[in-house]
Nanobody, 123 residues
């Protein structure tokens, strides 16, 4: 059974930084993509970052480019999202996800999902 367990969600001030973590269990490291998504009430889910399991090729949404960094530790099987210079619009429920056979790393239909972590940015 594949399981993604998240941690790191919290409240932070505008301009602050936060790192989210996602531990993967039972997941192969031979290919595919991992990603971070966020969702707020009244809006559709948005993918903010993706990374290839092999090769560490990153992808970012324009809304977070230059502020967020996706990375992974393939020895410990942990996915990270480093968030810097946080803005109120970054407030959302954040989800990590993995897809073993994607056509591309930016798409909504990832196969496995974490439980979510709430991030709130305020003054």
């Amino acid at each position: 059974e594949v399981r993604l367990q998240q941690s790191g969600g919290k409240s932070v001030q505008i301009g602050g930084s936060l790192r989210l973590s996602c531990s993967a269990y039972g997941l192969s490291s031979t290919g595919g993509c991992k990603g971070w998504f966020r969702q707020v009430p009244g809006r559709s889910r948005e993918q903010v970052a993706g990374i290839t399991t092999v090769g560490d090729v990153p992808y970012y949404a324009d809304s977070v480019k230059g502020r967020f960094t996706i990375s992974q530790d393939n020895v410990k099987n942990i996915l990270y999202l480093q968030m810097d210079n946080l803005k109120p619009d970054d407030s959302a429920m954040y989800y990590c996800a993995a897809d073993p056979w994607p056509r591309e790393c930016f798409h909504p239909n990832y196969r496995w999902w974490g439980q979510g972590a709430q991030v709130t940015v305020s003054s």
